[in-house]
């Protein structure tokens, strides 16, 4: 079973909001699409790039890299557009009362 750890308050995250937030060692950003949350990678599997800084396109559910403009699904973590290859990791999200949690492993 993940553990999860607390990463902010849901009054922190309103929709649009991307926060980067360090849980595990690993750089993670939350990002509230439309009134869904979700954790992914907050580093690019392209190059060196933190994806909190892109664009997020709440329509589509998607990211783009600040650095190239590779598109990634917030869901999935797929790449949707080059020049990313791989995907990146998405981790799970819970809210508890009024903290927005992430599990990673
Ligand atoms: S570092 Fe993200 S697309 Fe190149």
């Known amino acids: 079973m993940s553990e999860f750890f607390p990463v ?6 309103p929709p ?7 849980v595990g060692g690993k750089e993670i950003a939350v990002v509230n699409c439309d009134g869904t949350l979700y954790a992914i990678s907050n580093v690019c599997s392209h190059e060196y790039a933190q994806l909190s800084e892109g664009e997020l396109d709440s ?13 990634f699904a ?14 990146i990791p998405v981790y799970a999200v819970k809210v508890v009362d009024d903290t927005v949690q992430i599990a990673v492993s």
């Open 8 to 13: 902010a308050t849901v009054d922190q995250l």
């Open 16 to 22: 649009g909001t991307i926060l980067a937030c360090m």
């Open 59 to 71: 329509d589509d559910c998607t990211i783009e890299c600040p650095l190239h403009g590779a598109i």
């Open 74 to 87: 917030l869901r999935t973590g797929k790449v949707r557009a080059l020049p990313a290859t791989e995907p």
